[in-house]
């Protein structure tokens, strides 16, 4: 069964520096997420995309993040100058469209580490 | 305000009981979907079901039922003969529209222990 995946598994980094966190939707869909559960907390949405743009972001979603879509596969979210509080994991998600009747397929995510 | 609740934080049980995992939710949207995802200790985040807003059937997928009531805004959620392998965390989600797509809204979960 198709599944979206996400690299790295998990990223340990300085505070300040960038990450990029990178995601491979399932290849037939149209719309694509990044989600944030911080430890123990709600899954939380950032930010969704949709014909090579952004379609919706959350208060979260401030101008320290950006998301990019930089070939036909990958689906990638920057985090300018990280902080503490970024620590968190982060969900990639795709679907077929954009309706609500359209699971989104989560991949298994990448835990952000901030030091 | 859409919303969704999981009041349980956490249950633990023994192997073979029935639990029940409770979801009520909040939302203006007339349409929506239901979704519960699970979460093993692994950590990532596993689609179990949609349910949409006009469909009031209950659902059974081998020992796992759901009971969608609308009169009482609760998508309840069943696992009938508990296994070690249940244990989670379990999310109930709602879609909720926004201009051009949709996302979807979590409750914070229930922690699902089956203890052997």
């Known amino acids: 069964e198709p599944e979206v995946t996400q690299t790295p598994s998990h990223q340990v980094t300085q505070m300040g520096q960038e990450v990029i966190l990178r995601c491979v939707p399932i290849s037939n869909h149209l719309y694509f997420y990044w989600y944030r559960q911080i430890l123990g907390q709600k899954v939380e949405f950032l930010v969704s995309f949709y014909n090579n743009e952004i379609s919706e972001k959350s208060e979260i979603f401030d101008d320290q993040f950006s998301v990019e879509r930089p070939d036909g596969s990958n689906f990638t979210l920057k985090i300018r100058s990280t902080k503490l509080e970024d620590s968190a994991m982060y969900f990639c998600?795709?679907?077929?469209?954009?309706?609500?009747?359209?699971?989104?397929?989560f991949g298994d995510g990448t835990r952000l580490s901030i030091l | 305000a859409q919303k969704v609740t999981q009041a349980q934080t956490e249950i633990s049980v023994v192997e073979k009981e029935d639990v029940t995992l409770d979801c009520v939710y909040e939302?203006?949207?007339?349409?929506?979907?239901l979704f519960w995802y699970k979460q093993p200790p692994s950590g990532e985040l596993v689609f179990l079901i949609r349910r949409n807003s006009f469909d009031e059937q209950n659902e059974i997928s081998g020992r796992y039922s759901w009971n969608f009531q609308k009169s009482t805004s609760s998508f309840n959620f069943t696992i009938t003969a508990s296994q070690v392998v249940d244990s989670a965390v379990y999310f109930c989600a709602l879609t909720h529209k926004m201009d051009s797509s949709y996302k979807l809204i979590f409750g914070s979960g229930t922690r699902l222990l089956v203890r052997p």
């Open positions: 939302t203006r949207d007339t349409t929506y979907y």
């Open positions: 998600a795709s679907s077929e469209a954009g309706g609500r009747n359209q699971p989104q397929h």
